[in-house]
């Protein structure tokens, strides 16, 4: 399965096969084994250990904020986790917290996980030939909710893709796996909860989150930051004993003492002198970039990368200006001000940023010299950042025809088609012309790019003519082109 990873991803990807015909072609992927280690070729992160883990770790703080949740949804939330109050096993547990979630976030439970009676065979069968996606599980009859199911699978466009999961949570892992591997979109009625299996669960793409979904996570990391501020006072205190044994320290300093006062404004002065300053530099930076950005209509691609530019430095002064206000001491010096405003500090000509520029520097260079070195440097270092962007665009479009000439070759390998491989082979030679001559041009810029063996292309022309290819994206109309006036 590893060798024909990139052929299955092509079909997946490109083709769109229906289910049932790809289940055909690729039986061996369609096991509880197979789904996850192809989710880990995906994502490089192990699927059902990785989900389980986090669902546990959630576990006592998901089920502290659903109990908080009121009205329809809170009281459907409490009959399913009453189930909770018996001596059940962590299956069921986790089964319970699945489902809960599900309710969380304004969605069915029903549109997850179907039950059925063993005892309603056809009933089952007409509502797996109705389903597009979902779990559905099989209970004996008479039997109670702590008792586990006579069978568990998954159904994907009307066909069972996986039976004998044993358990609800690990079907939902799987299925998260299945939706991965055959590409597929996540259910609109099921669309949030599948969010939280991605971005909370197995954290992947976590920093784009929809509102619910991060209104849960935030919650979350509350409740579990109130648990743990007894422990980490405890370790701080214990911390704070060691090192005072360790340096042979008598006694802790007051606030009135006056070695505590000095030490306090030398931090003071050295910690908002950094912060404005550094505040200071995105501010000018900033009208630089704003300066430049009117000089483009909205649109062109330098004004949209300048407009990306902005934001950035937007985003670091605000943190620059949070990290002032946070200070938890009054200023010690009256140069610096208790709070910054974003308005005030966006303004490279602040009062503060002249008072402190009289301060703290000594030298007798002028503040419109030092600006325009400021200026300079500032382009200086944006130029060796679009140096490096351009270098890593390169890598990336090597990185690319060499994905394609792989692709290529084992298409031409699997075929036995004579005229399939025939177009190919020609199709794989125009792609190493093209890799041959990126390369040739990319490798003075980036020494890690080096000419690949082109080993179609050889066969097609001598070396001779190679070296001196010249690099046509419409190269392929310019070959028809050719062929026409062979023709005539």
């Not at 784009?208 to 109130?226: A, I, Y």
């Not at 491989?421 to 790019?449: C, G, S, W, Y």
Request: overall charge negative.
């Amino acid at each position: 399965m590893d060798r024909t990873f990139s052929l299955r991803r092509h079909e997946v990807v490109e083709d769109l096969p229906f289910i049932g015909e790809f289940k055909n072609r690729w039986p061996a992927l369609f096991n509880e084994q197979e789904v996850s280690v192809e989710f880990s070729r995906i994502t490089t992160i192990p699927l059902v250990s990785k989900f389980m883990s986090q669902l546990d770790k959630f576990s006592a703080v998901l089920i502290s904020v659903f109990r908080k949740k009121g009205g329809a949804a809170g009281q459907k939330i409490n009959n399913i986790l009453s189930v909770l109050d018996q001596d059940v096993p962590i299956e069921k547990r986790r089964e319970c917290i699945l489902k809960a979630l599900v309710v969380y976030v304004n969605e069915e439970p029903s549109n997850l996980v179907k039950e059925y009676m063993d005892v309603e065979h056809d009933e089952a069968q007409t509502s797996v030939r109705d389903t597009t996606l979902g779990i559905y599980v099989i209970k004996p009859e008479g039997a109670h909710a702590a008792d586990p199911y006579q069978d568990v699978g998954i159904i994907v466009e009307g066909i069972k893709i996986l039976e004998n999961l044993n358990n609800v949570a690990n079907a939902c892992s799987l299925m998260l796996g299945l939706i991965y591997a055959l590409n597929l979109a996540y259910p609109q009625d099921l669309r949030y909860t599948f969010e939280t299996f991605q971005k909370l669960f197995m954290e992947l793409d976590a920093n784009k989150l929809s509102n619910k979904v991060h209104t849960l996570k935030n919650k979350l990391l509350l409740s579990g930051t109130r648990e743990s501020y007894i422990e980490c006072e405890t370790e701080i205190e214990d911390s704070l004993r060691n090192i005072e044994k360790k340096h042979r320290i008598g006694r802790r300093w007051q606030e009135s003492d006056s070695d505590f006062q000095s030490t306090l404004k030398d931090v003071d002065c050295e910690l908002r002198g950094q912060l404005i300053s550094k505040a200071r530099t995105e501010s000018r930076e900033r009208a630089v970039l704003l300066h430049l950005k009117r000089k483009y209509p909205d649109g062109q691609g330098i004004a949209i990368r300048l407009a990306k530019q902005v934001a950035s430095s937007n985003k670091r002064l605000r943190q620059a200006i949070k990290e002032y206000n946070s200070i938890q001491w009054p200023p010690q010096m009256s140069i610096f001000p208790a709070t910054i405003d974003f308005q005030e500090a966006c303004d490279p000509s602040w009062h503060v940023y002249f008072c402190f520029d009289d301060t703290i520097e000594e030298d007798n260079v002028s503040r419109s010299l030092k600006r325009r070195g400021i200026d300079a440097l500032h382009m200086k270092t944006r130029a060796a950042e679009e140096k490096s962007m351009l270098y890593q665009e390169m890598r990336t479009v090597t990185e690319h025809l060499h994905q394609q000439h792989a692709i290529l070759c084992s298409a031409i390998k699997a075929t036995d088609q004579p005229g399939a491989k025939a177009a190919l082979i020609q199709r794989l030679q125009q792609l190493e012309r093209k890799r041959h001559e990126a390369t040739l041009m990319f490798h003075p810029h980036v020494p890690d790019i080096v000419p690949a063996d082109n080993l179609y292309l050889c066969q097609a022309l001598p070396m001779s003519s190679i070296q001196t290819l010249i690099y046509n994206d419409d190269g392929e109309n310019n070959d028809s082109e050719n062929e026409d006036d062979n023709d005539n």
